[in-house]
């Protein structure tokens, strides 16, 4: 079994301000993971994923997470932020041997000038 | 873009009556996903098809039900609509033809109110 724990509901900000968005998760086995950003009434894109290989992975949008296995963590980061990140955030993780993903609730980021 | 497109995008319907929302895809992914997403709780697993007539439940399946008969389209049935299964429900697909990505790719959702 696997589960996600997003720290932090919501974050609010200043613009250009950094970030940090706050991701744990537990699983027995190996895993992927994913954020995944939703912006109001749309469906989710995905932001960055790690597979295998370098912990610190770069995403769309300026955005970049760190993988960090001995404290299952996978927090998404942004130096400088702009009103236009105002969205929900989601970290996932998958098991390399299953074909589903779990989802944490989901951070609401609030980007404000 | 994934290709993915669902249908009805919004219904309203009424305690007890049948439902069926469509989640299509264009480009032969074998991996198809239902969830519904309600506030505070993310987004949960419902039902998953990992081929032609091939499904398995989620963390929510209790009264929903699915179907997969052809690779491009996904059913997903609620069989006696109930208020608590007002949400938005996403389907989503996984991979890119001819290798596997693991990420999924979201469509637009369907808005669906029981009342």
């Known amino acids: 079994a696997q589960s996600v724990t997003q720290l932090d509901s919501q974050v609010p900000v200043f613009e250009e301000a950094p970030v940090e968005l706050r991701c744990n998760y537990s699983?027995?086995?190996?895993?992927?993971l994913f954020w995944y950003v939703q912006y109001p009434n749309q469906g989710l894109q995905l932001l960055l994923k790690?597979?295998?290989?370098?912990?610190l992975v770069k995403g769309i949008n300026g955005f970049e997470a760190e993988f960090n296995k001995s404290q299952t963590s996978f927090h998404l980061r942004k130096p400088s932020v702009h009103i236009s990140d105002t969205a929900e955030y989601f970290c996932?993780?998958?098991?390399?041997?299953?074909?589903?993903?779990?989802f944490g609730d989901g951070t609401t980021l609030t980007v404000k000038p | 873009d994934a290709g993915i497109t669902q249908s009805p995008r919004h219904k309203v319907t009424e305690t007890g009556t049948p439902v069926t929302l469509r989640c299509h895809q264009t480009?032969?992914?074998?991996?198809m996903y239902w969830y519904r997403q309600d506030p505070g709780h993310g987004l949960r697993l419902i039902h998953y098809?990992?081929?032609?007539?091939?499904?398995d439940k989620g963390e929510v399946s209790d009264g929903y039900s699915v179907s997969r008969s052809k690779t491009e389209d996904f059913l997903l049935t609620l069989e006696s609509a109930t208020s608590s299964q007002t949400s938005v429900y996403f389907c989503?697909?996984?991979?890119?033809?001819?290798?596997?990505?693991?990420?999924?790719?979201f469509g637009p959702g369907t808005r669906l109110t029981v009342t």
């Open positions: 989503a697909i996984r991979g890119t033809s001819g290798g596997e990505t693991y990420e999924q790719y």
């Open positions: 699983s027995s086995v190996s895993v992927y």
């Open positions: 790690y597979l295998s290989g370098s912990t």
């Open positions: 996932a993780v998958s098991s390399t041997n299953a074909g589903k993903s779990t």
């Open positions: 480009e032969n992914h074998r991996y």
């Open positions: 098809s990992y081929g032609v007539k091939d499904t």
